[in-house]
């Protein structure tokens, strides 16, 4: 925003500033020492060319700052805004292992429950054949007999032979569960692996659109700035009356001085009527910083205004 604008107020006289005057702005806000020089500074800033030749702040146009991110933000901008995407991704992978994880444990467990289940058949089918083979040798008075003897040997033999084809089918379903657990670990890594490549591509996807999104913006603001700076030009030249160099040596241009001086005199009249009468005599009399801060026209209404013999 353009914020100049010619100063049409008259300076004040003398009669202005009576002792009257000076006992009703003793009831205003008093302004410390470290105040005024702040807001000498203060004007000083809005009213005072810069030495790089900028023009002062009272001719200055507001700026659209752009504060751009830098690589390692954009980078954990995108990381952020994938964050979803990527956890997501990844439990869905690990949750189908765990769906398959679980079955092949399952069929370990089914095949140790099957396997204790014909163990106690095998035993008690042993038993029985075995008890009811001894009866029918004693029967026919064979018990001690070779017959008897080798019948026993098959029973026992068919016994053992049924106890290992059902541990070898327990074998067989923990080696089939045991395979499908390596196999489904692969498969997992390798999705993981697929996956986190797809994650970076899009990864590195949205950081190229984040920084060309900045270079974008970067650009505007200077292209904006560039312009700005063309108009302050012009405004200075008028402002100058054409005496831009004016502008560049740290002074106040001309037809901004009446207006500058007056402000200045007015932040430290308002320091000085909240002193003591005889305080703020000798403070106008006697203090360098003060004599500093003035005009010679407004120093002499300074020195009106507050000397008791006036």
């Given amino acids: 925003m353009y914020t100049y604008e010619r100063n049409r107020n008259k ?74 995407y990527r956890a997501e991704g990844r439990a869905d992978i690990e949750s189908d292992a765990e769906a398959r ?14 396997l204790k289940s014909e163990e106690r058949a095998i035993a008690d089918d042993y038993e029985s054949a075995l008890g009811s083979y001894g009866s029918e040798m004693a029967r026919r008075g064979l018990a001690r007999s070779s017959v008897a003897a080798e019948g026993a ?14 541990r070898s089918a327990r074998a067989a379903a923990d080696a089939e569960a045991d395979s499908e657990l390596r196999a489904l670990e692969a498969d997992m890594q390798k999705a993981l692996n697929a996956f986190d490549i797809a994650y970076a591509a899009r990864l590195t996807e949205r950081i190229a659109e984040l920084t060309s999104e900045r270079e974008e913006r970067e650009a505007e603001a200077i292209k904006y700035e560039n312009r700005l700076k063309e108009k302050e030009y012009d405004i200075m030249r008028e402002v100058t009356d054409g005496d831009y160099e004016t502008v560049k040596k740290g002074e106040v241009p001309s037809s901004l001085l009446d207006i500058y001086n007056e402000e200045r005199y007015e932040a430290v009249n308002k320091y000085l009527s909240g002193l003591d009468p005889e305080e703020a005599e000798s403070v106008v009399r006697n203090d360098p910083f003060i004599r500093d801060s003035v005009s010679d026209y407004w ?10 013999d006036e």
């Fill in 299 to 308: 120093y002499y209404m300074l020195y009106r205004t507050y000397s008791l």
């Fill in 153 to 166: 040997a098959a029973i026992e033999k068919g016994r053992a032979d049924a106890l290992s084809s059902a």
């Fill in 11 to 84: 300076k004040k006289s003398a009669s202005s500033y009576s002792a009257a005057d000076r006992n009703t702005r003793k009831a205003e806000d008093v302004m410390t020492r470290q105040e005024l020089s702040d807001k000498l500074a203060e004007i000083d800033d809005r009213y005072v060319a810069k030495e790089d030749g900028a023009p002062p702040s009272i001719v200055d146009f507001e700026r659209i700052e752009y504060d751009a991110p830098t690589d390692e933000e954009i980078a954990e901008r995108a990381e952020a805004e994938l964050a979803g």
């Fill in 101 to 114: 994880r679980r079955s092949a444990y399952a069929k370990k467990a089914d095949a140790g429950r099957t």
